[in-house]
Nanobody
Framework: QVQFVESGGGLVQPGGSLRLSCAARGSIFRLVAMGWYRQAPGKQRELVTTITSGDTINYADSVKGRFTISRDNARNAIYLQMNSLKPEDTAVYYC?????????WGKGTLVTVSS
């Protein structure tokens, strides 16, 4: 059974940094592309960044140059380093496969950027 558990969220001031982690349980992790998604209050969930099994990476324009995705196949984990955070980055952040599978959504981790 595939399961993703996100952690590392919190309250940070504008301009600050956070590092999110996603622990993956299940045998598919090394074979699939993974992504970080986020859902801001009152908005639809959106794709933030993806990384393939071959480490090809893409970013949404809104986070390009500020966020960095990485994966550690030995630990079945992906990470999201977020720098220069802005209030508009406030959201619940989730990891999932790319494309996302409905049954794999976890609880997410809340990131709040506020002074």
């Amino acid at each position: 059974q595939v399961q993703f558990v996100e952690s590392g969220g919190g309250l940070v001031q504008p301009g600050g940094s956070l590092r999110l982690s996603c622990a993956a349980r299940g045998s598919i992790f090394r074979l699939v592309a993974m992504g970080w998604y986020r859902q801001a209050p009152g908005k639809q969930r959106e794709l933030v960044t993806t990384i393939t099994s071959g480490d090809t990476i893409n970013y949404a324009d809104s986070v390009k140059g500020r966020f960095t995705i990485s994966r550690d196949n030995a630990r079945n984990a992906i990470y999201l380093q977020m720098n220069s955070l802005k209030p508009e980055d406030t959201a619940v952040y989730y990891c999932n496969t790319d494309p996302a599978m409905v049954n794999y959504w976890g609880k997410g981790t809340l990131v709040t950027v506020s002074s």
